[in-house]
């Protein structure tokens, strides 16, 4: 049976994954209603059906990434803060299958267990000082 840490860190690989995927069942399986999203582009709060709509018709596509240096603390039984640096290739939707770009970036997640299960509220993400932003 895996650890706390690890069914975390596999959550949010899922999550990652159902992006790249493009599985908005899966991911809005795994998302409070409603989450927040900090990025460079502001903050937002959104239910299942406004995530929906950006996975399936955002400006940008994830393409892959890689995950990395992964801390998980639990502040609670119920609570789980994930940080970890991601290395990711998106590219824009019109665009297709081309290649991407590729950014690195610092991220935070912090997870609530309820009665089904774990789910995504927060999640946070930075440019890293490998990837700084372009003005």
Not at 33 to 40: D, F, H, R, Y
Not at 77 to 101: F, I
Request: with cysteine; proline share 6%.
């Amino acid at each position: 049976m895996a650890n706390p840490s690890e069914t975390l860190i596999d959550l949010e690989n899922r999550f990652w994954q159902a992006i790249v995927d493009r599985d908005a069942d899966t991911a809005t399986g795994l998302l409070c209603e409603p989450a927040l999203m900090v990025t460079s582009h502001g903050a937002l709060q959104f239910d299942h059906s406004g995530y929906r709509a950006m996975a399936e018709n955002g400006p940008m596509t994830l393409k892959s990434y890689e995950l990395s240096d992964m801390h998980v603390v639990f502040p609670n039984d119920d609570t789980a803060v994930l940080t970890y640096h991601v290395k990711q290739e998106v590219s824009p939707r019109e665009k297709g299958d081309g290649v991407g770009s590729f950014q690195e970036m610092n991220d935070t997640s912090t997870w609530v267990k309820d009665r089904q299960g774990w789910k995504c509220v927060m999640h946070t993400e930075t440019p890293s000082a490998a990837n700084p932003p372009k003005h």
